[in-house]
């Protein structure tokens, strides 16, 4: 079995800095992509950042320059440090993660989310 969970959530002032981490555990092969996605009410998920293995990145244009994704494979571990942080960024926050189990089968795995709040 499988699990991402991660932490570092929380309520934070406009131009303030978050934190989010995910660690996967369970058995499993290996961990491909890493990323990171988000929800805000009433609104569909969206794609914020992903990280590969060999530390390939990819951003969405509303977060470029102000997030960073990265991760420590030893801890089958993925980061999100998020500066500048705006009321807009409100959202729930996933982690999700390709990965190859002990069958060597690929699978979506998401985390239970992690709230974001931007307010002053």
């Known amino acids: 079995q499988v699990q991402l969970v991660e932490s570092g959530g929380g309520l934070v002032q406009p131009g303030g800095s978050l934190r989010l981490s995910c660690a996967a555990s369970g058995s499993f092969f290996r961990i491909h992509v890493m990323g990171w996605y988000r929800q805000a009410p009433g609104e569909q998920r969206e794609l914020v950042a992903t990280?590969?293995?060999?530390?390939?990145?990819g951003y969405a244009d509303s977060v470029k320059g102000r997030f960073t994704i990265s991760r420590d494979n030893a801890k089958n571990t993925v980061y999100l440090q998020m500066n500048s942080l705006k009321p807009e960024d409100t959202a729930v926050y996933y982690c999700?993660?390709?990965?190859?189990?002990?069958?060597?089968?690929?699978?979506?795995?998401w985390g239970q989310g992690t709230q974001v709040t931007v307010s002053s």
């Open positions: 999700n993660a390709r990965i190859l189990t002990v069958t060597l089968q690929e699978y979506h795995y």
């Open positions: 990280i590969t293995r060999d530390g390939g990145i």
